[in-house]
């Protein structure tokens, strides 16, 4: 009897192997990232106060290429959305500029649609969930909205800031399980000028991403 038990857990165990649940299995995740922006290639004399902030919520879907299903691309669609504070202030028109106080409270804050596309290695099985991974790829970022909030004791202004429609920046995600690094280094300027020339030396100004991104199932 116990040599029949036997045989019926190993035919079982096979067919649980060979089951369509490995050749179906993928890592289709909603993502979501918490992170500090950090703007480089700024002017001399920029700095950033307070706590500047930056948040994404999206979705990729997982594309395996290989046999055991640990090599994939991803591609997603998410919210991006940052918020920075800064002493460089710009005018209405963005004609002009200068460095506030810091005792000023002046804010960029900007919404933008991203889409990732990654290569992702993985060394997870169809039942495993704790496994290290290395995601690694481009994301593009097209703008929604991007504003500047000035505020003192007795009044606020609220101003749109001219940016580029659609940005592209690296991006590596390394972790295990629940915690996983995330860094974005951008590959295009943030503003647009194009439709605000006024000084050269804002338009290698850029938004870099370093945080914490965890994934869901």
Do not use: C
Request: hydrophobic share 40%; charged share 15%.
């Amino acid at each position: 009897m116990q040599k029949q038990h036997f045989v019926l857990l190993l035919i079982a165990s096979f067919a649980l192997a060979q089951s369509p649940a490995d050749s179906s299995y993928r890592e289709d995740q909603i993502y979501a990232s918490i992170g500090y922006p950090l703007l480089i290639d700024t002017p001399e004399g920029h700095t950033q106060n307070k706590l500047s902030h930056t948040f994404s919520l999206g979705f990729i879907r997982d594309m395996p290429i290989n046999t055991a299903r640990n090599l994939a691309f991803g591609l997603g669609l998410g919210l991006n959305y940052n918020v920075v504070y800064t002493n460089l202030q710009f005018t209405d028109n963005m004609e002009a500029t200068t460095f506030v106080s810091s005792d000023l409270i002046n804010q960029w804050s900007s919404v933008d649609a991203e889409i990732p596309l990654e290569f992702r290695w993985r060394s997870s099985t169809h039942v495993n969930y704790q496994f290290w991974r290395v995601y690694a790829g481009v994301v593009g970022y097209y703008s929604l909205s991007a504003k500047q909030r000035t505020r003192t004791a007795l009044t606020e202004s609220i101003t749109s800031l001219s940016v580029q429609n659609f940005r592209l920046a690296l991006r590596l995600n390394v972790g295990n399980n629940t915690w996983n690094l995330t860094y974005t280094h951008p590959i295009d300027s943030f503003f647009d000028f194009d439709k605000s020339a006024h000084n050269k030396s804002f338009s290698k100004l850029k938004t870099a991403k370093l945080g914490l991104i965890f994934y869901i199932f």
